[in-house]
Structure formats: structure tokens, C-alpha cells
């Protein structure tokens, strides 16, 4: 369940269906095509932040690009209310349940897998061109070329150079206007297939299904369209060669195409809000299905989602590595200050929340054994780059990034903000100076996790922090990371151990032992 059935492609290929494995730019369309300011959508720096893509990778085996796109859709948008994870964990189940009902469906949605398919949003949300001042003009030159015909056959011989004059003009007008259009046509034929898609699912009569019902309801309206411009929605490249030069040589003398597509263009227009819901319903069956096997083969719990400042996860992981290593933990009205070492797991640590916390109010799944978390939107600042471009450092680029936290913090909206090392591209003393201003303006109006190599900050930070930590260990001479995190500070002190290990010159390690303890007398005499 959940995967695509190797025996569906292999019947595909056999039929002479095209297999076409999407790449992201194809899936992601939908989701750009649709409003890109939305309040309850993951902003893009935060999906690439926490790798978002990635994850969407691990859980996308859906069987259409339709489903494919609508996945990516959902999974960047937030569904709030304290009833949404069990009511899509139940339906989830329906589906691991009843592997009759979903094979019948992966053999239809398999139908729109092609990268074509990928093109239906552009007809449904994007710009179609309007019907041109001179459409009456096409018109006439059909009726003419079928006068002129008409007049061969019962006036004779005498017509043939008007029959070839027509259809000379009638090529040269298909083939200017339809370059306009052209780009356009093919979108048309997947949404025809679309449509086919939709009508066979509604008549696979299984019940249980919201998005069966909802394309039921649609299927006279389904069938009404293809019946009103069947020619137009055609796929020609599914089609025999003799069949398509037919449609080729009707297109180019009669004008068929053209008259169609724009009286389409403007009738999808009309009811773009019956076509989308349609669309829609075809994705979120096959997204669904999808997710519902993922959940299956994966350790995934549903999440109670609180409207508190309350986040309690027993051994949960990060769903994109090949052997995680998953943690419990617990935090209640309180941000978190995270120390440790390099490699030793604070990054993929908070990453793996804010992953976590997104696919909780997303898709209503949970990789743990039980979680209970925010209703909160996620906010970070990890994969930060110099803007060379526009000439801004490191450091400047952080800085925008914070002030855009503080300023969501004033909104009085509740959030989630992930800092990994604050502010490291400055100076110590003014990096602990900020730091602890920050993250108290933060921490008092929002939940913070934010990890740092300055343990300095445990004392200015105050109550409103609790401190975590993780610790390489080393046994027998080899250092490791058992990435487990743990409560309190980091005590250790052993980076000049692992430059020791590494085999870096015994002068080398005395004098930085000799450093590190005065640097530490200095610091705490201050």
C-alpha cells in the first residue's frame, strides 16, 4: 500500500503509455501557481531551511502528477484546529484497510502520471489567452472552406481552385494563430484526461470516499464537458498515426481547433471553481493514498495539537535519515538554549521539531511514539549565506532574518523560532551582548530553541530558558556522538581532546590547554 505497483507500470509500458518521472519543477507548479502570500503557509526559507523537499521526497509515491502537486500543496500549508490530525489519521486508516479500493484507484490515477499532467494547473489558475476581436473571422473562413467543398461536389471542376485557394488561406491562419495558442493545446488534452480520470473514479463506485462523493457529484458536469468540447480535449498523443493526421488536416482546414479552444478557453474560465474542485478531489485521493502508506512503513504517530506553549515528544526522529536516532523531550511555557559541540547532533535536533511540527499541522502525522505540540507557525534561521549580490555579510543577513522574528513575535501571533548559533559571524562580547537581549525579547513572547556554543549565555538568559545539551563521547582513545540530547549545560571540555586524537602536535595541545584554563579564570573573574 502506498507504493507504485511494478506490475502497473509494466501493463503501462506494454500499452504503449508513457512513464515520465516527474522532477520538482514540474510538481511544484501548482503549489506557485496558487497564492503565495497566504498567512498559513510554510515560507520558503523555512522549507529550505529544514529541508523540506527532501521530506517531501521520502513521502511522495503517488501514482499521478496530480497527486503529486497536491501533496506538495498540502505539506506547505497549515490546517489549524485541535480536530485535524485523528480525523486524517482515521481516514489514513481507511485507506491501509481497504487495499482493494485503493489498487482500483492507482490503475486510474495512473492515467495522469506523464509530466503533462503536471500542465492541468496552468488551464485551471494561470492566464488563458481571450477570445481575439476577429474570432467571427475564423468562423467564416470554416463555413467557406465547407461552401467551396459543397460547391465542388454538386457544381463541378470549376471549384477546385477555390477549394484550393480556401484551404491554402485556412492553413496559413491555423498555422499563425495557433502559434499564439499552441503552448495551450497540449494543457488542454491532459485536462480532458483529467476529466476522463475523474469520471472513472466516480464509477468505481466505492463508498466511504469523500473525494469519490465530491466527483459523483460532478459527473454530469464531468460528462457535459467532454461531450461540449470533446475534440479539443483529445489527446492526440495517445492517438494512432492515422488518427492524429486526421485531426491534424481537420484542425488546418476547417479551423476546428481554433473555434474550440477559444469557446473552451472561456467556458474553463466560467467554471474554474468546479474544475479545481474536481482537480482537488483527484489529488487529495492520491496524496491521501500516499500518505497512508508512508504512515504504514514508517513509525508515525497522530499528534494532539495544543493551544499552549507545550511541546512533549516520546523518541521522536528525523524522517530523512537512513538511521535516526530519536529523542524524547519535554518543554512547557519555556524557550530552550541547546549547547554542544560540533556534529554532535543541535542542528538535526532542532531541525527535526520544526519538521516534525510542520508534517503535525500539515498532513496530521508525527514521526514518534506520541507528541504533543503547539499550534504554532515555524519560523528559522539556519542555511544562512553572505548576499553577495547585494552586498550584505553573514552577519547582516542574520540580522534581517531576527528582526523579522521580532517583528512577527509583536503580532501577537503564536510561533515557533528555530535559531541555530545566533549571531556567530561577530565578535564574542558584542555576540553575548545580542544574543541575550534577543533571545529574552523572544523568549518572552514566543517559544525559542536555539543552539550555540556560548554557555555564557546560560547565566544572562534567566528563568524563562531552559538549558539542553549535547556531548560526544570518547572511550579508549575514539571519540563518537551518541546524538541523544540531554537536560542541563554542556560540563565537557573536550574539543582540545579531539585536536589531541586527531594527532595534532603535542606543543600545539599543551599550549591550548594553557590558553583554555586562563581564558576561563579571565571570564569567570570578570
Not at 143 to 157: E, N, R, Y
Not at 216 to 244: C, E, N, P, V, Y
Not at 411 to 426: A, K, N, P, Q
Amino acid at each position: 500500500m502506498g507504493r507504485i505497483d511494478l506490475n502497473l507500470i509494466s501493463e503501462r509500458i506494454r500499452s504503449g503509455q508513457e512513464i515520465t518521472e516527474l522532477d520538482l519543477s514540474h510538481i511544484r507548479r501548482y503549489h506557485d501557481e496558487c497564492s503565495p502570500g497566504e498567512a498559513d503557509c510554510v515560507p520558503e526559507a523555512v522549507w529550505a531551511d529544514l529541508n523540506m523537499d527532501e521530506v517531501f521526497s521520502r513521502i511522495n509515491t503517488t501514482y499521478s502528477a496530480v497527486g503529486a502537486q497536491y501533496l506538495y500543496r498540502q505539506m506547505h500549508l497549515y490546517r489549524r484546529g485541535q480536530s485535524f490530525p485523528p480525523t486524517r489519521f482515521s481516514v489514513f486508516r481507511k485507506f491501509q484497510n481497504n487495499t482493494a479500493a485503493a489498487n482500483r484507484f492507482a490503475k486510474i490515477l495512473l492515467r495522469l502520471r506523464g509530466a503533462g499532467s503536471a500542465y492541468i494547473s496552468r488551464v485551471l489558475l494561470g492566464k488563458l489567452p481571450e477570445k481575439p476581436v476577429y474570432f467571427p473571422l475564423i468562423v467564416l473562413l470554416s463555413l467557406l472552406f465547407i461552401a467551396s467543398i459543397a460547391g465542388l461536389v454538386f457544381m463541378g471542376k470549376q471549384y477546385v481552385l477555390v477549394v484550393i485557394a480556401m484551404a491554402a488561406v485556412n492553413v496559413v491562419v491555423s498555422q499563425v494563430i495557433s502559434f499564439r495558442i499552441s503552448s495551450f493545446i497540449p494543457d488542454f488534452g491532459s485536462l480532458g484526461r483529467m476529466l476522463g480520470v475523474a469520471a472513472s473514479l466516480a464509477d468505481t463506485g466505492e463508498t466511504g470516499f469523500e473525494e469519490i462523493a465530491v466527483l459523483h457529484r460532478k459527473k454530469s458536469f464531468i460528462r457535459h464537458l467532454q461531450k461540449k468540447f470533446g475534440w479539443l480535449l483529445a489527446d492526440t498523443s495517445r492517438m494512432d498515426d492515422l488518427s492524429a493526421s486526421v485531426v491534424a488536416y481537420v484542425n488546418n482546414l476547417l479551423l476546428v481547433n481554433l473555434i474550440v479552444f477559444f469557446s473552451a478557453a472561456k467556458y474553463v474560465k466560467m467554471h474554474r471553481k468546479e474544475l479545481t474542485e474536481i482537480y482537488e478531489a483527484i489529488g487529495s485521493l492520491d496524496a491521501t493514498m500516499a500518505v497512508a502508506g508512508y504512515q504504514f512503513r514508517r513509525s508515525c504517530c497522530c499528534p494532539e495539537i495544543v493551544d499552549e506553549d507545550k511541546v512533549e515528544v516520546v523518541s521522536m526522529y528525523h524522517p530523512v535519515l537512513e538511521e535516526p536516532v530519536s529523542n524524547s523531550f519535554s518543554l512547557t511555557d519555556h524557550s530552550c538554549l541547546i549547547t554542544g559541540s560540533n556534529m554532535a547532533g543541535k542542528t538535526t535536533f532542532i531541525k527535526t521539531i520544526g519538521v516534525n511540527m510542520i508534517l503535525s499541522e500539515t498532513l496530521g502525522i508525527c514521526h514518534a511514539e506520541s507528541a504533543v505540540i503547539p499550534s504554532v507557525t515555524v519560523l528559522s534561521t539556519i542555511r544562512r549565506r553572505d548576499d553577495l549580490g547585494h552586498g550584505k555579510s553573514y552577519y547582516y543577513v542574520e540580522i534581517e532574518s531576527i528582526l523579522e522574528f521580532i517583528k512577527k513575535a509583536d503580532s501577537g501571533s503564536r510561533f515557533l523560532f528555530l535559531i541555530d548559533e545566533i549571531f556567530r559571524g561577530t565578535n564574542t562580547t558584542e555576540r553575548l551582548a545580542s544574543s541575550t537581549a534577543v533571545l529574552k525579547y523572544l523568549g518572552e513572547r514566543s517559544m525559542v530553541l536555539v543552539t550555540t556554543h556560548d554557555i555564557e549565555l546560560e547565566n544572562m538568559l534567566g528563568e524563562k530558558y531552559k538549558m539542553f545539551h549535547f556531548q560526544e563521547q570518547i572511550e579508549d582513545g575514539h571519540h563518537f556522538f551518541d546524538y541523544r540530547i540531554k537536560p542541563g549545560p554542556c560540563r565537557s571540555r573536550n574539543a582540545i581532546r579531539l585536536l589531541e586524537l586527531a594527532g595534532y602536535p603535542a606543543e600545539i595541545i599543551h599550549e591550548a590547554n594553557s590558553l583554555s584554563k586562563q581564558l576561563f579564570r579571565e571570564r569567570h573573574a570578570m
